[in-house]
């Protein structure tokens, strides 16, 4: 490490000392801190037409994974590695009773029992129960495939979600893989923590998506709020106030649901009243994330047209000149590295929600650490009903 003075009086770069992240809250492996805490809750790894027979590749946590359906219409998650001699299972044929390798046709399972060896005497009936192909528990709902990546003892309950289990009139639930709320492409290089605190940043919303890159939403969101923020059982909540026309206001409320959840009604405000959709954040690894969305719809596609506009145009339809002019959440995200260095960020007042959502994990980490539940966490017969606050309210001034 660097020990050179830094010259505080004339803001020289010289001297500076080696930065550093926060690895207790950003990296999410096997055996980490953050990982761990991260694997005693579901996280959406697919869509459920993704399940078929033909395997797709998921990469989740760190961990690259295999998804399929069986013909009995089972869908199963192994690791990528078969386990006889380590090709990847990418490869394998999608049979009735589960996922074949292609290298000498081990034969698994959804649960990753090994249920034939055809070049072994009597097709391995001796020996190929001692195989086990490492495998993750699925569940399915609102659209998505979930998985449970932890300890198989500390399992809790799939939670269900007020605001997708109570439908009006004419909605349905739609998913999507498409990473709405990432700014940008499907798959964000950077760490996941970049954007998932970003959801407890209301204050930039009225200078990113406002006044620097023109209004990327409706008028009414570019204007600065009044902003407060408050832990709840479930994460953190933020309350933005915003003057509208006719004496009235818009109490914009947004939150976030840990482990990854982020709850943020409608910027474009065509949805009133509570907030109509959740975004899961799913670590793929390290310096890489996606988002996976269910929402309540009354139209095909209406989850996506929440996205940002910059100009008229979406974010892939711009030039690489207008990217650097017009910049939204992915350009701001992306662009503080792979894992941005905490050790060199000045946080301000406007930072309070960030600050409070990063002592929230670490209490929840150090929980986990001492061998219990942290936030959230619902065991079988528990209420498996999440109730949320999130949402778009009118009211007087």
């Not at 055996?31 to 005693?40: P, V």
């Not at 086990?132 to 998505?144: D, H, I």
Request: glycine content about 12%; aromatic content about 8%.
């Amino acid at each position: 490490m660097n020990q050179w003075p830094r010259h505080e009086t004339d803001g020289s770069a010289y001297g500076r000392g080696e930065p550093s992240f926060m690895d207790d809250i950003t990296l999410v492996g096997t055996g980490t801190a953050c990982g761990e805490y991260l694997r005693r809750y579901w996280h959406p790894i697919g869509l459920s037409a993704d399940a078929s027979d033909r395997p797709r590749k998921v990469r989740a946590l760190g961990e690259d994974l295999i998804l399929f359906r069986d013909g009995k219409g089972r869908p199963g998650l192994v690791h990528a590695r078969c386990a006889h001699r380590g090709t990847t299972l990418y490869y394998g044929r999608v049979e009735p009773e589960g996922i074949r390798c292609c290298y000498h046709g081990w034969l698994f399972d959804v649960e990753g029992h090994c249920l034939d060896q055809p070049c072994e005497p009597d097709h391995g009936a001796k020996h190929r129960h001692a195989v086990r192909q490492p495998w993750y528990p699925v569940e399915e709902r609102y659209g998505l495939i979930f998985a449970y990546m932890g300890p198989p003892e500390r399992k809790p309950a799939l939670p269900r979600y007020d605001i997708l289990e109570q439908l009006d009139d004419g909605e349905w639930i739609e998913a999507d893989d498409s990473s709405i709320g990432s700014g940008g492409p499907v798959i964000v290089p950077c760490n996941w923590m970049q954007h998932y605190e970003n959801v407890m940043d209301p204050l930039h919303v009225p200078i990113l998506h406002g006044s620097f890159s023109g209004a990327q939403f409706v008028a009414a969101m570019a204007a600065m709020p009044e902003v407060s923020f408050a832990e709840t059982s479930r994460g953190v909540r933020s309350l933005q106030v915003r003057p509208l026309d006719g004496g009235r206001r818009l109490d914009r409320i947004t939150e976030v649901v840990l482990p990854t959840l982020r709850v943020v009604p409608d910027p474009r405000l065509d949805h009133l009243g509570r907030a109509s959709s959740i975004g899961w954040v799913l670590p793929m690894d390290d310096t890489s994330f996606r988002v996976y969305t269910a929402g309540r719809v009354r139209e095909p596609g209406e989850l996506g047209r929440q996205r940002s506009r910059f100009g008229g145009k979406t974010w892939f339809e711009l030039t690489e000149e207008e990217h650097q002019r017009m910049p939204g959440d992915f350009e701001a995200q992306v662009g503080q590295g792979p894992i941005t260095l905490h050790s060199e960020e000045h946080l301000a007042s406007s930072d309070r929600g960030i600050a409070m959502l990063r002592r929230l994990m670490r209490r929840q980490v150090e929980i986990v650490a001492a061998g219990g539940d942290p936030i959230g966490v619902r065991r079988s017969g528990d209420d498996p009903l999440v109730r949320l606050e999130a949402g778009n309210f009118v009211a007087a001034e």
